[in-house]
């Protein structure tokens, strides 16, 4: 059973397309994540959304909106790519944002905007 | 300015010896301080937490300390075995408690 689980795993697109991430997870978790790794492996939060509710959103271009259309899914849209969208991009959950479990991620999703 | 630094250069170390990493921050007050595993074209991985008011914690061969005087923390694995090389991240809870931000990760490489 994959706990938290992206799709698709890898991306490739032409710059100016709009492409769609999506994440699920069947933990119970009420808190999802998107963070994205950037090619020298840093690890930045981009979104948090709790029981459906935006909490985070950091100074992240508007071209990026993620949308939750419930506690278990967490999907990210990204309009007009550019070359610098090219990443990896992790979903991840956990129960509250302070969980004593950590959190846990998906495998990511590789995107190369060509 | 905020920051969170980890060693960058890859740790090397041989099999049976204890391996510890180091993750310092700069004007944070973190409410915890969590260790993740990450190994290549994976997710990270959980492995500890630590809270503010507390300077040790231990799971099986993995042992963290946290000093929020000198604001650091130190992550030991103890009888290294090649299957622990990975990326180590270290992460704090900071933001209202409710961001958790990641250092860059260090490279530990375990050899036979």
């Known amino acids: 059973d994959t706990a938290v689980s992206q799709t698709p795993k890898y991306l490739v697109t032409q710059m100016g397309n709009d492409k769609s991430i999506k994440c699920e997870q069947n933990l119970g978790h009420d808190t999802m994540y998107w963070y994205k790794q950037d090619s020298k492996k840093f690890l930045k939060i981009m979104f948090s959304?709790?029981?459906?509710?935006?909490?985070i959103n950091e100074t992240v271009p508007n071209r990026f909106s993620p949308k939750s259309p419930d506690k278990a899914h967490l999907n990210l849209h990204i309009n007009s790519l550019e070359l610098g969208d090219s990443a990896v991009y992790f979903c991840?959950?956990?129960?509250?944002?302070?969980?004593?479990?950590?959190?846990?991620f998906g495998s990511g999703t590789r995107l190369t905007v060509v | 300015s905020q920051k969170i630094e980890q060693n960058s250069e890859a740790l090397n170390i041989q099999e049976g010896k204890t391996a510890t990493l180091t993750c310092n921050y700069t004007n944070y007050s973190p409410a915890y301080l969590q260790w993740y595993r990450q190994d290549p074209g994976r997710g990270p991985v959980f492995l500890l937490l630590i809270r503010e008011n507390e300077k040790e914690k231990r799971k099986e061969r993995l042992k963290v300390t946290f000093d929020t005087t000198l604001k650091q923390s130190l992550f030991h694995i103890t009888a290294s075995q090649p299957a622990d090389s990975a990326t180590y991240l270290c992460?704090?809870?900071?933001?209202?408690?409710?961001?958790?931000?990641f250092g860059a990760g260090t490279r530990l490489a375990v050899h036979p």
């Open positions: 992460a704090l809870l900071v933001g209202g408690y409710n961001k958790l931000i």
């Open positions: 991840a959950s956990s129960q509250g944002a302070k969980s004593n479990y950590g959190y846990t």
């Open positions: 959304y709790n029981n459906k509710e935006l909490i």
